[in-house]
């Protein structure tokens, strides 16, 4: 599989450069939707990679998938950058790394020493020069002014060293781009000649994945660390990465900022003890040494010794000379709960803690009530246990003298785009298309203390008081306000004489030169110009699917990532702008409240035809750039406003209106002219329909801001209950993955647990795993979990099962190149150690005795006998319910026959049915409050059930029913979830997976499935037929509130 994985990607990618991304989609016979393997880079998602997750499809669907069974579609999906590769000869003195825009940083940080290539393309082993220096001079001694002044030299003196670094290696001088694969050659001849491996480690940082690690040396921690900025394609070298990330200290190896006193978890390089990092640690156990203050064993003097110190490490940014509190200071072991107390949490833990033995016999009673262990949730203020989630809270109305304390101000913008399409494009292999070149944005702006005043956009010369709109402060932006119109030589028709100069409206345009893009000239006015301590929210009609993504690719271009992009396939709901010392920007999409086009809004707002007159017809077809300034008589020709795309009504108006202008001997068509008055009609249309609906939703929904607090009509609507009607304590966060979230487990893994039991007898129902009702078992104080605990009678250890997924714990069989990205990015090798220490941990540390199974060697059993590969497969796994995946199944609609040819007494009747949502929701019980969730152990119902009565819960309900062989003519009701995704009613499970069209003849066990369902649907099914055989889990709702 890897080979075929691999020739299909070579054929793919073969004459492209390397791509930033790289995805797979497979799409199987009998498939209803493709699978999907994610974007990732193409040193994770490498063809080895992609062809063990294709082999793991046939476990994680439970179907027995046979890719050569029929068509198999596969999809090689990458990502490229949007600007043109590198094909210039450094000898030209162009292109490469010699291009200024190649060596601009975008990031703000005093640590990053910029690298500027003086006509060669050598800037990687300059940056790596850089920190080899760095770390000489540390060793030498030499205070860090130095330092400072040696990267203040002019850089063509690193020439030298920088070419010597690469023959030693043995790379080229003269290639037009050093890449990873170089780094990885460096890297290995530094070990060679500088200290041995574990002395120096590069590590690459690119700026294109988030200031992600692309590159890291093998091997554990490294004594340094030369951090190198890989930014368009150009390396810069960087002193210090916690300035980047604006961070105490960072972690190279587990690749997070740490502090002092907390490390991430499943980091390798870390005493858990000391808290000390790097090469050597954790600490190697020599004499156990206690500390009575915080009670914790340390394993040698030093690291018992460290923990007192009340020093900062040397890496972290300094603050002066205040004392810093030791970590025996920080935290402690509580003798009572056996907890780990950090100091600012030792208040709020002295309120709460519970001995031991009290809290473990509660995890052993969940079904019993804790109301009396509610507490108030600092997050929602509300009553409720720890481990239960929260309230959906009503949202609190800002009072005006709290508003200028709590609220940024706020500015809204509207704006509207014009492109030509002109320019054509290579889309894909058999499809050329046009591209989108904008031509012209206009942008309207008004501040909140303006709208509260009643002063428009067209009140030139008005200003309310604390007026934040801006004024143009320089040429550039007092051009940007004044309309462009423009005559053509020898054309002296009198421009439009009621549209003049306005502050508040600016028009970027590339009218008089290409160069000059709209869309950067927007982006630059929004960044650089006006006040700075506001939100300006901008609104485009149609935005998410086109206004957006004009800018989106300037910001790519620009090497600045949107903060929070919230989209739905290519459709963008919102996206945010800003980050320290910058504007703060929010795009909104207004069609996502007003569901119509926006020349109905016109009648929509009954808006006055002096604010904004209807929209009129357009010629988009004409709108090029050598149209720009010649001036016709009448209007285009009418095939450049596509009549033939119209609806029949709306096509003879047009030809109607066409034919009277080309009558009307006074009329004279010009497109920039033209572009200009009919954008700005847009934009006056947009404007005042935003600003009504903002006045009427604020004006019922106690002030609500709609383009602040929701970014679709549904989140509105949710967001409006909230202010006006909900109570507090009432409606509660359905958990994401379900409230049994926690007991979520591989299919493999817990097959594994059941067949342990099998063969070793005297386990059987006594290994503790996800399936138990207080889940997998945790060890104290380090977040891990075992897939399986057995406690076995002394002197026996207890014993940890652990089944081990070759992916995601690098298996050195499986993934031989260690240096291979797999599971989270991570390499094979770091996945495999921190394994391994985890491991280690367990038993020298934690006492348990290991039992350890590794993913190949399961399959290699089963291959190998078929018995037992039978008895796995027959080894039943249910998942706890997830209430979004298994109830909530959207609308219930089937296709029962594609094509009927009616009879001589026959005919087809159309019946549409309102959705009865509205009318449930409001005239029926609806669940508040907090739910039991009841499990396998604790249902003591009798089964099978067969009538109503049969089921005592409300709520909603995970169990296995078997369908009647027929509902007397009626169709079925319950829905069921194939294999391959599909929604389908069917009496058969095993009929609707395979697809089979012809009579059933499947047993009771193979017509049965497990789904989630409500009582509702249960109770009416068991009225119908259905049998109940099975119930796993139970979500009981025990308030049910009616409206009436």
């Known amino acids: 599989m890897s080979d075929v994985v691999s020739q299909l990607m070579d054929r793919v990618l073969a004459g492209r450069p390397e791509p930033l991304l790289v995805g797979l989609q497979v799409h199987p016979p009998n498939f209803h939707h493709p699978f999907t393997l994610p974007l990732r880079p193409l040193a994770q998602n490498n063809p080895a990679a992609l062809a063990a997750a294709i082999e793991r499809l046939n476990e994680i669907s439970q179907a027995g998938i046979d890719l050569l069974s029929g068509t198999t579609t596969t999809k090689v999906v990458a990502v490229w950058p949007l600007g043109a590769q590198r094909t210039a000869n450094p000898a030209g003195n162009s292109g490469g790394c010699v291009n200024d825009q190649e060596h601009v940083v975008t990031a703000r940080c005093r640590s990053i020493v910029r690298i500027i290539n003086p006509n060669d393309r050598l800037c990687l082993a300059r940056a790596v020069f850089v920190g080899l220096t760095k770390i000489w001079m540390m060793e030498r001694g030499e205070a860090a002014g130095v330092f400072k002044a040696f990267c203040k030299q002019p850089q063509d003196q690193h020439a030298g060293p920088a070419q010597e670094m690469l023959r ?66 150009h390396y810069h070298y960087i002193d210090r990465p916690e300035q980047l990330f604006n961070v105490d200290r960072y972690c190279v190896d587990c690749e997070k900022g740490v502090s002092r006193w907390s490390h991430w978890a499943g980091c390798s390089v870390v005493c858990r ?15 156990r040494i206690p500390c009575a203050a915080c009670g914790f064993v340390f394993p040698n003097r030093s690291c018992y010794d460290y923990h007192l110190r009340n020093e900062a490490p040397e890496e972290m940014i300094r603050r002066g000379n205040r004392p810093f509190r030791s970590i025996c200071q920080m935290r402690r072991i509580c003798s009572q709960c056996s907890h780990i107390i950090y100091a600012e949490n030792e208040q709020r833990h002295q309120a709460e803690c519970q001995p031991w033995g009290q809290r473990q016999q509660q995890q052993q009673q969940p079904s019993v009530s804790s109301s009396n262990l509610h507490l108030s949730c600092k997050k929602c203020k509300g009553p409720h246990a720890q481990e239960q989630p929260c309230y959906i809270q009503p949202l609190k109305e800002v009072r005006d003298e709290e508003d200028n304390e709590k609220r940024t101000p706020l500015r809204l913008c509207f704006f509207d785009a014009e492109t030509s399409q002109d320019e054509p494009m290579h889309i894909s292999n058999n499809t050329n298309g046009f591209k989108h070149v904008p031509l012209l944005i206009i942008a309207e702006v008004i501040c909140e203390k303006c709208i509260l005043a009643g002063i428009g956009v067209e009140n030139i010369g008005q200003r309310a008081e604390g007026c934040f709109c801006g004024k143009p402060c320089n040429d550039q932006w007092r051009r ?45 006015y929004l960044q650089n110009h006006g006040p700075k301590n506001i939100l300006t929210v901008c609104i485009a009609h149609n935005g998410g699917k086109y206004d957006f993504h004009l800018l989106l690719e300037a910001l790519h271009h620009r090497s600045i990532p949107p903060k929070r992009l919230c989209t739905t396939g290519l459709k963008i709901y919102s996206m945010r702008l800003g980050g320290s010392h910058r504007r703060r920007v929010l795009f909104k999409d207004s069609l996502n409240y007003f569901f119509c086009e926006l020349d109905a809004l016109t009648k929509v707002f009954s808006l006055p035809e002096e604010v904004a007159t209807t929209k009129p017809f357009f010629p988009y077809l004409y709108v090029k750039r050598q149209h720009l300034h010649e001036r016709i008589r009448g209007v285009p020709p009418v095939q450049y406003y596509q009549p033939d795309y119209k609806k029949d009504e709306k096509r003879a108006k047009l030809l109607e209106w066409h034919q009277q202008q080309m009558n009307n001997p006074t009329i004279h068509f010009q497109l920039r002219e033209q572009l200009i008055i009919y954008c700005l009609n847009d934009v006056a249309i947009l404007r005042e329909s935003v600003l009504r609906f903002r006045h009427l939703i604020g004006e019922h929904t106690q002030k609500l801001d709609p383009f602040i607090a929701a970014s679709t009509a549904a989140g509105l609507a949710l967001t409006t209950l909230r202010r006006c009607f909900l109570p507090e304590n009432w409606l509660v966060h359905s958990p994401e993955g379900g409230y049994l979230r926690g007991r979520r487990a591989s299919a493999e893994s817990q097959r594994y647990i059941k067949l342990f039991e099998k063969e070793n007898p005297e386990a059987e129902g006594k290994v503790q795993c996800a399936q138990w009702a207080i889940g997998e078992a945790h060890v104290e104080d380090t977040g891990y979990r075992l897939d399986g605990l057995w406690y076995r009678s002394p002197p026996l250890r207890p014993l940890a099962i652990e089944y081990m997924g070759c992916y ?32 280690w941990e367990l038993e020298h540390q934690h006492g348990y005795a290991l039992h350890v199974v590794w993913g190949h060697e399961m ?35 089937e296709p ?46 009798s089964l099978p059930w067969t009538r109503p009565n049969n089921n005592a819960y409300k709520g909603l309900l995970l169990v296995r029913v078997v369908p009647p062989t027929s509902i007397r003519g009626l169709p079925p009701l319950l829905g069921y979830r194939t294999h391959d995704g599909r929604l389908t009613f069917p009496l058969c499970a095993a009929c609707a997976d395979d697809r089979q069209q012809h009579q059933c003849h499947h047993s009771e066990k193979q ?18 037929g259905y049998k109940v055989i099975d119930v796993h889990e139970v979500i009981s709702l025990l308030q049910l509130f009616n409206y009436y």
Not at 180 to 209: D, P, T, W
Not at 809 to 828: D, E, M, N, Y
């Open 480 to 524: 940007w306000c004044s309309p462009p119109f423009r005559n053509s030589q020898d054309d002296n028709t009198p421009t439009p004489d009621n549209i003049f100069y306005n502050p508040r409206r600016m028009y970027f345009h590339s009218f008089d030169s290409d160069q000059q893009s709209p869309v950067d000239q927007f982006l630059d």
């Open 896 to 941: 029962f026959k594609l094509h009927h040819v009616c009879g001589n007494d026959e005919e087809i009747l159309y019946i549409d049915i309102v959705s009865l949502y509205p009318y449930v929701m409001k005239a029926r019980e609806f669940p508040i409050g907090h739910p039991t969730v009841l499990t396998r152990e604790t249902l003591l119902n």
């Open 168 to 233: 030693k290696a043995g790379i080229p001088l003269n290639l037009q781009e050093y890449s990873l694969a170089h780094l990885e050659i460096l890297q290995q001849s530094l070990s060679h000649h500088m200290g041995g491996a574990g002395y120096i480690r590069l590590v690459v940082f690119k700026k294109e994945q988030q200031y992600r690690i692309v590159y890291k040396g093998d091997g554990k921690a490294a004594r340094f660390n030369i951090c190198i900025l890989l930014e368009n394609n």
């Open 1007 to 1024: 017509r049965a499935w497990v789904s989630g369902y409500t009582h509702v649907e249960v109770n009416k099914a068991l009225e119908l």
């Open 273 to 287: 003890l000391c808290m000390r990092s790097g090469p050597e640690f954790p600490c190697q156990l020599d004499v």
């Open 859 to 893: 399959k290699e059993r089963l291959n190998g006998n078929p018995g037992l590969k039978r008895q796995w497969w027959e080894i039943e796994y249910v998942k706890p319910m997830d209430p979004r995946e298994d109830c909530l199944r959207g609308g219930r609609t």
């Open 808 to 839: 995601y714990h690098g298996c050195p069989i499986c993934f031989p190149v260690r240096s291979q990205r797999l599971a989270a990015g991570k390499t094979a090798e770091e996945l495999y150690e921190r394994t391994q220490h985890r491991l």
